[in-house]
Nanobody, 118 residues
């Protein structure tokens, strides 16, 4: 099992910034992917950004150039720096951890709310 602890959500004005954190602990294997997904009311959950244990990153087109995903290998923590936030970024943001090798498994955090509003 892998446990995830998320933090950093809140209310911010358009154009502002927030940083989300997700700390993973437990059965973490050598190759993994961590990332953030978001779900707005009435919409499907969508990928925001992911980063692998070898630091390969992937971003949704809607956040490219505004959001930066990074990780602290020693702490197995992933960060999402969100800049120039827009009202359409309002959603519940969920951390996801996926063990890839030598065994696989997906784990989700409980989510943290991000609200962008004036």
């Amino acid at each position: 099992q892998v446990q995830l602890v998320e933090s950093g959500g809140g209310l911010v004005q358009p154009g502002g910034s927030l940083r989300l954190s997700c700390a993973a602990s437990g059965r973490i294997f050598r190759v993994y992917i961590m990332g953030w997904y978001r779900q707005a009311p009435g919409k499907e959950r969508e990928l925001v950004a992911t980063i692998s244990s070898s630091d390969n990153t992937n971003y949704a087109d809607s956040v490219k150039g505004r959001f930066i995903i990074s990780r602290d290998n020693a702490k197995t923590t992933v960060y999402l720096q969100m800049n120039n936030l827009k009202p359409e970024d309002t959603a519940a943001y969920h951390c996801k951890f996926s063990n890839i090798w030598p065994a696989s498994g997906d784990y989700w955090g409980q989510g943290t709310q991000v609200t962008v509003s004036s």
